[in-house]
């Protein structure tokens, strides 16, 4: 639209910046230490790109946050690595500005002409920490949620406003919808909106000033150097090597996800972000118990950050030598040493987690990373002997001896030497050794679903997700509290025989059910793969009281012995999953009630004799048709393995496919009148189970 | 007319930005934990129940967990399971029989009294009554 005479000078005047821009000198000290404002300059800007591509698919809600998280690192095309570049990239940031600030303070580099550099760039430091505080809520897992519960109840410490204070930032009394809403809008938005300016003003004042050379004082500069290339190349080489990095982390480490936050869940241990462990330590020394945890927790840091900005106005020294500032960087030294030390002794006082069922050799077999050299049965070769066929029994002494020492008996050999002794040493031979039985000639009734991940990790991974695995969550306890007490604590195994139906083969019924009523860690995993796997053909037992729930084992353990299938024809119908869907109502209804009924049984257990009746059924559209088809049931070839997640109705994808749904209303004063019409378009009335 | 009109603007943005501290109003339903003889005596029992909560735009029923402390009293001491220090989850420690808080380490004898660490006070309690037998709770 411009005419071409005034379109020239505007192109002249922006090739003529750029090249003040570029050409700009620099001084002839500036080298590799001065490409660290640049590194956080290139990693704010990938924070930038990244965000918004992570935003496109995020959904911040706290029942869709989590689902939203994992959608994009596992369904999204390069989801993984635009999360795990902005995760790692968030932490990089943070190493990169603690270097860039000692080196500044190391240089003397905040002192006149430069003090509004300095106070604007630790003005940038705070917001990044803000960042990375509002940025780590966003996944609504079990560290984002605890860390948030923790850090935002420190504001409520404050005297008087405490209490106001920690509602305005929490949105209300806990953290949840409001919470995640609010720490959304300022990751997104607000905080976003400051570290612009801040960054233009703290680039433009650097412009001004100019990079300060290393203690001109003893070196004064000769000479200078323009930015193209002599500084510019460097810069670049750092990016590069900072793009690495996080490349390196991202494939290497993968990005973390937690399970989804769970404000009931007495088994997680709570530990903020690395660069908040120092903050959180800092809470843990008795002089800030009780009142004075407001000078710990929020007056000390800010104290901190004020010491920080006016740093430049109360060290009046004019020198920049360190051999003049002796105080400064001594003062300097100890405040860092004092951070890392309470940050390392907080990662060193982080207990271990709750003790769970693994053994001491499971536990050292997975420290020890031995599954990374050697297969297990079923498993490829890996670089190592598989552990498949051996070692037998008799070779325990021999395996203990080769675990301490294995270049004694094979000179030049990769395997490392474990570094056992005592207890543990027997504890991983006792593991190795059983390993082959575990799998094979001692396999008695259920082995675990850890056991079955050796040769069927990805089943094993899918299972952990579904609601299977989670048989015995807290809201299962909870109804398990009530059904005992409604039924005087006599028919417990009622819930437990689908819920854990491990119990059966153990005959631990009682044990468990003690452990779940005293909201203590349970000896069962739930419905693993040997409840389904195991599972007796209900045509196949002599006593229909008990055909719903029944095992024989014997198909596992064949598998397990002889690699046989241990699939058998039953396993694609309907009435496979009917022993716990549909179980065995009346018999369920007479066992949860004392009383024998013909009523139909809780209506959580009647999903397959209402599938019968229906189309479906006709079709030969089984359970199995859509909740063993891909986590979200989209895909349907037919060559596709069964997924073992089991979709269901928690699943919004899944729902969304089997039920269509329009709401109307219209408000009548102060009254609103809906109407929702549901079409079900599966083979089971909705809810159901 | 500018004070008119930076009034008309602050005050509905502030009062928006302040409505958190507005506290909803509760409605202190009882909630039945069970019948009391179900609960042994000796040592604190973990009892999760569900309640009704506002979370927001969100009403749902969450899980949530009260310690039951059998005593010589008619009516049990009931404590809230979150400790009081940053409202972390505390953990009953059987072996010596003490809650433990995961965060800071705060520490508590199984009559919820402070023994270690940060904590300000004691474990909460939650008003308890027995009505018909049955133990009935109700948040504070």
Not at chain 1, 16 to 43: M, Q, R, T
Not at chain 1, 549 to 575: C, I, M, N, W
Not at chain 1, 577 to 595: I, K, L, Q
Not at chain 2, 21 to 44: F, H, K, M, Q, T
């Amino acid at each position: 639209m411009g005419d071409r005479n005034s379109e020239r000078p505007l192109l002249a005047s922006a090739r003529d910046a750029i090249a003040s821009f570029l050409l700009k000198p620099v001084p002839e000290g500036v080298g590799w230490p001065h490409v660290l404002g640049s590194g956080i300059l290139f990693l704010l800007v990938l924070q930038a790109i990244t965000g918004v591509l992570l935003a496109i698919n995020y959904d911040p809600t706290p029942g869709r946050a989590y689902a939203s998280v994992r959608y994009i690192t596992e369904t999204v095309a390069f989801g993984h690595i635009i999360r795990g570049l902005h995760h790692w990239a968030a932490s990089l940031l943070i190493v990169v500005l603690l270097l860039h600030l000692g080196r500044v303070f190391i240089y003397g580099a905040y002192k006149r002409p430069r003090q509004a550099t300095w106070v604007v760039g630790v003005c940038l430091f705070v917001t990044l920490l803000a960042f990375g505080f509002t940025g780590y809520l966003l996944p609504w897992d079990q560290k984002a949620y605890w860390a948030t519960v923790v850090g935002t109840k420190i504001a409520g410490s404050v005297p008087v406003v405490g209490d106001a204070l920690l509602r305005l930032i929490r949105g209300g009394d806990m953290v949840g919808a409001p919470t995640l809403t609010r720490f959304y809008v300022l990751h997104l938005v607000i905080l976003p909106a400051l570290v612009v300016p801040l960054v233009l003003v703290h680039l433009w004042l650097v412009r001004r000033h100019g990079i300060a050379p290393p203690w001109e004082e003893v070196r004064p500069v000769t000479r200078w150097l323009p930015f193209h290339p002599f500084q510019l190349v460097r810069d670049v080489a750092f990016s590069g090597l900072l793009l690495a990095i996080l490349f390196a982390l991202t494939l290497k480490v993968g990005v973390p996800l937690e399970a989804v936050a769970d404000s009931s869940a007495t088994d997680y241990i709570p530990r903020p972000e690395w660069y908040f462990l120092p903050l959180f330590q800092l809470l843990k020394l008795p002089v800030f118990y009780g009142r004075l945890e407001f000078v710990g927790g929020v007056l000390l840091p800010a104290a901190t950050i004020l010491l920080l900005l006016a740093l430049p106005f109360y060290d009046r020294n004019p020198s920049c030598l360190p051999a003049r500032r002796r105080f400064a960087l001594a003062a300097g030294g100890v405040f860092f040493t004092a951070a890392i030390g309470l940050g390392v002794q907080a990662w060193i006082e982080t207990p271990a987690p709750p003790a769970t069922a693994r053994t001491r050799g499971e536990q050292l077999f997975e420290g020890l990373r031995c599954q990374s050299c050697h297969a297990g049965p079923g498993e490829e070769q890996k670089s190592g002997p598989s552990l498949a066929s051996g070692p037998s029994e008799r070779e325990r002494e021999w395996l203990a001896a080769f675990l301490v020492n294995p270049a004694g008996f094979f000179p030049g050999s990769e395997m490392p030497a474990t570094g056992l002794t005592g207890e543990d040493l027997d504890a991983l031979v006792n593991h190795v050794a059983n390993l082959r039985a575990d799998y094979g000639t001692r396999v008695q009734g259920f082995p675990s679903a850890r056991a079955c991940a050796t040769c069927h990790r990805r089943q094993f991974e899918e299972w952990k997700t579904s609601y299977h695995a989670r048989s015995l969550g807290t809201t299962f306890r909870a109804m398990f509290v009530i059904f005992n007490y409604n039924t005087g604590g006599q028919r417990l195994e009622y819930c437990l025989n689908c819920h854990a139906p491990d119990v059966k083969v153990k005959d631990n019924a009682p044990q468990l059910s003690r452990q779940l009523l005293a909201g203590e860690s349970v000896t069962s995993e739930g419905i693993g793969c040997a409840a389904c796997h195991a599972l007796r053909d209900a045509e196949e037992h002599p006593d229909p009281a008990l055909q719903s729930v029944s095992f024989d084992p014997g198909p596992l353990e064949r598998h397990l012995k002889e690699q046989t299938k241990p699939l058998r024809p039953f396993f694609k119908e309907a009435r496979m999953c009917g022993a716990c869907h549909d179980y065995n109502a009346t018999y369920a209804t007479s066992y949860a009630t004392g009383r024998s009924s013909s009523a139909a049984g809780p209506p959580c257990c009647t999903v397959v004799r209402t599938w019968e009746q229906t189309a479906f059924a006709r079709r030969g559209v089984t359970c199995q048709s859509c909740h063993m088809k891909s986590e979200m049931g989209v895909t349907t070839r037919e060559d596709e393995p069964a997924y073992h997640g089991f979709p269901g109705p928690r699943n919004e994808a899944f729902l969304r496919k089997g039920v269509d749904l329009a709401v109307t209303g219209f408000r009548q004063g102060s009254q609103v009148e809906a109407t929702v019409a549901m079409v079900n378009k599966t083979g089971h009335p909705i809810p159901d189970g | 007319m500018t004070t008119v009109i930076s009034v008309a603007t602050s005050v509905p943005v502030l009062g928006y930005l302040l409505s958190p501290l507005r506290r909803p109003g509760r409605e202190d339903a009882w909630i039945s934990l069970g019948p009391l003889s179900l609960v042994p005596d000796g040592r604190p029992v973990e009892v999760p129940y569900l309640t009704e909560v506002v979370d927001g735009w969100i009403r749902e029923t969450v899980v949530r967990r009260a310690i039951v402390l059998r005593s010589d009293s008619d009516v049990p001491t009931v404590f809230s399971g979150t400790c009081p220090h940053l409202n972390c989850n505390v953990r009953w420690v059987d072996q010596e029989g003490r809650f433990v808080c995961p965060c800071h380490g705060g520490v508590f004898d199984r009559d919820g009294r402070v023994v270690a660490g940060p904590p300000p006070r004691g474990l909460d309690r939650l008003d308890a009554r027995v009505e018909n037998g049955v133990l009935l709770v109700r948040e504070v």
